[in-house]
């Protein structure tokens, strides 16, 4: 029994849907962001981005903007050549060539794609820093350009990177099982392509920095998922030592991946901050977000999948060409490989093999959004399954069931040596099945076409990799990593019994700092709201590597909880040294350290806390004072949450227009710490890839301008466009680690964008549609209906 479900069990409060600790202040208007900061003496900032997707520098002239009395600076790239490093990229794989170019954050030579960046104004006041950004001129000389990542890469493209000779970063493969005797055993075998398009983070807040220097040292504030990242880099950068570098992260309004990075800006300003001896804010306009903010997904795979005629799959090919835009970012390269690790997903496949090429284009860069990978496994897996189905005549669900990795198999080895930590993927389809009735959806379906509605019905089953993520698989020999991804945590216990908690993690809505909480109070007998959760400092606790992946539970909290047992084991010691008791006989019962079966006899933390603090003469002999431990975890597996999702939507015939009916999602992260949250962030990630399947797409045109640049462009559903989501959970303990969890944030994301795609087009095979691509606008299914009527697009 995990250390959750002994908490729950013992009706401690892991397992109660408790609110949110964070939402007073986030909900009332009390929480700080980055625009909310204000410094003494601070200056403000604009950037001068341009306006070609691909163009030389001739020149630039700063001289009107500098003339002006408003104007404090203005740098261009040339200004900055005392920079150490560029900006970086952290995947090298041993034995792969990625090649790649110097990225500054001020382009110097060339511009690679619509809003490089080129010059930087800073003023007083933020309104003239727009305005004299407009008297800054540059002229440039236009050179093709190139958008589409496979006509980047066919014979006699424009090359983004001259000096590179090619458009191709890097190929990279993953494989396993005899993939040529699978294709050979095959009865059926299809073929087809999948384009996972380009997508947004889209947060509520966009990026934005305070950049401090003074007495040769830096602060700055930075909307940002990963602080001590960018503590590092912007030390390697800047040439300073590391110690000397403090980054905050203060309320982050959303990330999901956009604020994942070292960016430009985050070097940009810290060098101008040192260069003026002031600190300088600058704060991300949603058009510049929509341009320069990394993007995700931009993906085309070429799949082949072969079964035997009864259903069972025998190999599974995929060749997935990767759009990584202009530059490497600090994952770039890193997004299509994550997906490779469960190619195979919830699925038996003896033989599998992804193949991978990366695409230079004049694009803004793509890295992780949420899911990062796995979505694109996930939906490329299940739209070929029912394509699978169709093809050899049988139930989707059937032919699911029929290739699951068994129950009894977990821990369960892939074809390419992934090692599945536990798992149930029959036991989710039944409970899912519970909330839908397929026969009924069914028989709905001729009543609504006399109305000119088709109805579909979807589904998904899937796996993903989070908990991010064990050294010795993730390190340069391994996945290609430069960095091991263990956490570290410290609790402190204070004089009157409050305690404090330090994480390296730096959650931005996820609800953390109540879970976190809750698993801290019942190890150590205290109210939730007596823990304090410190995060998103550098200078402050416990070193991290932030929060992505799905890992701050499960490998954040897994450091907090071993750090807060030692806690617990120390207060054992001397209560049972105090009450003349055996260690192993001390439990928390009713918020006191007790004497098993006599629960009078016993003391409260803030009694213990007391006197470790005070009276440390009263200690076991030799045991030091005070309560605090800290504690360095690296997992040594990922974890494997899974689930089955279904989605019933309407068509109407007429528009091509896609209603949600209704999206039933069940989720299993492990025995639950916070219900209510798990539901929230299941939500939220439906929502977030309904969004991608029927309304949001980053679009370029031929020449490279960016035509999807503000919400008026880019659709995002709202609450009108969703049904209300239907949640239910099974609950799988993982054995990596003691709270036996594994991770829910990106779950929804990955699983809903198939569900979506399988929904519309079983909603559109009586007229004749068998395949669609993403995004599913209305017209694009109009012109497919028409076309499969013989009628004229």
């Known amino acids: 029994?995990?250390?959750?479900?002994?908490?729950?069990?013992?009706?401690?409060?892991?397992?109660?849907?408790?609110?949110?600790?964070?939402?007073?202040?986030?909900?009332?208007?009390?929480?700080?962001?980055?625009?909310?900061?204000?410094?003494?003496?601070?200056?403000?900032?604009?950037?001068?981005?341009?306006?070609?997707?691909?163009?030389?520098?001739?020149?630039?002239?700063?001289?009107?903007?500098?003339?002006?009395?408003?104007?404090?600076?203005?740098?261009?790239?040339?200004?900055?050549?005392?920079?150490?490093?560029?900006?970086?990229?952290?995947?090298?794989?041993?034995?792969?060539?990625?090649?790649?170019?110097?990225?500054?954050?001020?382009?110097?030579?060339?511009?690679?794609?619509?809003?490089?960046?080129?010059?930087?104004?800073?003023?007083?006041?933020?309104?003239?820093?727009?305005?004299?950004?407009?008297?800054?001129?540059?002229?440039?000389?236009?050179?093709?350009?190139?958008?589409?990542?496979?006509?980047?890469?066919?014979?006699?493209?424009?090359?983004?990177?001259?000096?590179?000779?090619?458009?191709?970063?890097?190929?990279?493969?993953?494989?396993?099982?005899?993939?040529?005797?699978?294709?050979?055993?095959?009865?059926?075998?299809?073929?087809?392509?999948?384009?996972?398009?380009?997508?947004?983070?889209?947060?509520?807040?966009?990026?934005?920095?305070?950049?401090?220097?003074?007495?040769?040292?830096?602060?700055?504030?930075?909307?940002?998922?990963?602080?001590?990242?960018?503590?590092?880099?912007?030390?390697?950068?800047?040439?300073?030592?590391?110690?000397?570098?403090?980054?905050?992260?203060?309320?982050?309004?959303?990330?999901?991946?956009?604020?994942?990075?070292?960016?430009?800006?985050?070097?940009?300003?810290?060098?101008?901050?040192?260069?003026?001896?002031?600190?300088?804010?600058?704060?991300?306009?949603?058009?510049?977000?929509?341009?320069?903010?990394?993007?995700?997904?931009?993906?085309?795979?070429?799949?082949?999948?072969?079964?035997?005629?009864?259903?069972?799959?025998?190999?599974?090919?995929?060749?997935?060409?990767?759009?990584?835009?202009?530059?490497?970012?600090?994952?770039?390269?890193?997004?299509?490989?994550?997906?490779?690790?469960?190619?195979?997903?919830?699925?038996?496949?003896?033989?599998?093999?992804?193949?991978?090429?990366?695409?230079?284009?004049?694009?803004?860069?793509?890295?992780?959004?949420?899911?990062?990978?796995?979505?694109?496994?996930?939906?490329?897996?299940?739209?070929?399954?029912?394509?699978?189905?169709?093809?050899?005549?049988?139930?989707?669900?059937?032919?699911?069931?029929?290739?699951?990795?068994?129950?009894e198999n977990f821990p369960a080895e892939t074809a390419v040596g992934i090692v599945y930590d536990s798992g149930d993927y029959a036991g989710a389809l039944d409970k899912l099945l519970e909330h839908v009735d397929v026969a009924e959806v069914e028989a709905s379906k001729a009543a609504l076409r006399e109305q000119g509605i088709l109805r579909g019905i979807g589904f998904s089953t899937y796996t993903e990799i989070c908990g991010l993520a064990p050294s010795r698989i993730t390190g340069p020999a391994g996945f290609g990593l430069q960095a091991g991804l263990w956490e570290s945590a410290i609790v402190r216990v204070t004089v009157t019994g409050a305690v404090t908690v330090y994480t390296g993690t730096s959650p931005h809505g996820q609800g953390h700092e109540t879970t976190m909480a809750q698993v801290v109070a019942d190890q150590l007998g205290v109210d939730p709201e007596n823990v304090e959760i410190i995060h998103g400092d550098t200078g402050t606790g416990a070193m991290g590597l932030g929060t992505y992946g799905s890992r701050s539970t499960a490998v954040g909290t897994e450091s907090i909880s071993r750090a807060a047992e030692k806690v617990a084991k120390k207060v054992r010691e001397i209560v049972a040294h105090t009450l003349e008791a055996s260690a192993e006989d001390i439990v928390v019962q009713d918020g006191k350290f007790v004497v098993k079966g006599s629960p009078d006899k016993g003391m409260a933390l803030a009694e213990v806390a007391g006197m470790a603090h005070v009276r440390p003469e009263l200690l076991p002999e030799g045991m030091e004072p005070a309560l605090e431990e800290t504690s360095f975890y690296d997992p040594q597996n990922f974890v494997f949450p899974f689930g089955a999702h279904a989605c019933i939507v309407d068509v109407e015939e007429e528009t091509g227009k896609v209603r949600v009916v209704r999206h039933i999602a069940v989720d299993d992260c492990g025995p639950a710490i916070n219900p209510m949250l798990i539901d929230g962030q299941v939500h939220g990630g439906i929502a977030h890839a309904i969004g991608q399947a029927l309304y949001e797409q980053v679009a370029y045109d031929e020449d490279g301008q960016l035509v999807t640049g503000t919400f008026v462009d880019y659709a995002l559903p709202t609450a009108a466009e969703l049904p209300s989501f239907e949640t239910d959970r099974t609950e799988t303990p993982s054995p990596v680690n003691t709270l036996g969890v594994k991770g829910v944030g990106e779950a929804g994301t990955i699983a809903a964008t198939p569900a979506v795609l399988n929904a519309v087009v079983d909603a559109l095979r009586p007229v004749g549609v068998t395949y669609l691509q993403m995004p599913l606008f209305p017209e694009r299914i109009w012109r497919a209906m028409n076309d499969a009527k013989g009628g004229a697009a």
């Open 1 to 407: 029994m995990s250390l959750v479900e002994q908490s729950h069990a013992a009706g401690g409060h892991v397992g109660k849907p408790l609110r949110r600790k964070e939402d007073p202040r986030l909900i009332t208007g009390r929480a700080t962001y980055v625009d909310d900061i204000t410094l003494p003496g601070m200056l403000h900032a604009v950037v001068v981005r341009s306006p070609e997707a691909h163009a030389r520098i001739v020149s630039i002239d700063t001289s009107a903007a500098e003339a002006r009395d408003d104007v404090v600076a203005v740098f261009t790239g040339a200004d900055m050549t005392d920079l150490a490093s560029p900006l970086p990229c952290a995947w090298a794989p041993e034995g792969v060539e990625v090649k790649q170019v110097e990225h500054w954050p001020l382009a110097r030579d060339a511009v690679k794609h619509v809003g490089d960046p080129v010059a930087v104004v800073v003023c007083e006041d933020r309104g003239a820093a727009f305005d004299a950004a407009e008297d800054v001129f540059v002229e440039y000389e236009p050179l093709p350009a190139v958008t589409d990542a496979r006509a980047a890469l066919a014979d006699g493209s424009p090359l983004v990177h001259e000096s590179l000779g090619t458009n191709q970063s890097h190929e990279w493969s993953l494989g396993g099982g005899d993939l040529e005797a699978g294709f050979a055993a095959a009865d059926v075998i299809i073929e087809r392509t999948v384009e996972n398009h380009r997508i947004s983070g889209a947060p509520i807040e966009p990026r934005g920095l305070v950049a401090d220097y003074r007495a040769g040292h830096l602060t700055i504030h930075t909307s940002t998922q990963v602080p001590h990242f960018v503590r590092l880099f912007l030390g390697l950068m800047l040439g300073m030592s590391e110690e000397r570098v403090r980054v905050i992260a203060p309320e982050v309004g959303g990330g999901f991946g956009a604020k994942l990075q070292m960016t430009g800006e985050e070097a940009l300003f810290s060098w101008v901050s040192r260069k003026l001896q002031r600190p300088v804010k600058w704060i991300e306009t949603r058009s510049e977000h929509m341009a320069v903010c990394h993007h995700g997904r931009a993906q085309t795979a070429d799949i082949r999948m072969g079964a035997t005629n009864d259903g069972r799959i025998t190999a599974f090919h995929v060749k997935i060409t990767q759009d990584l835009g202009a530059y490497l970012m600090l994952l770039t390269p890193t997004i299509p490989s994550l997906g490779a690790f469960v190619m195979n997903g919830v699925y038996d496949m003896p033989a599998v093999q992804t193949d991978i090429v990366g695409a230079y284009t004049n694009t803004c860069a793509t890295d992780a959004i949420r899911g990062a990978g796995r979505p694109e496994a996930t939906h490329m897996i299940e739209v070929c399954m029912d394509q699978l189905a169709a093809e050899l005549g049988m139930d989707r669900l059937e032919l699911r069931r029929k290739n699951f990795i068994p129950k």
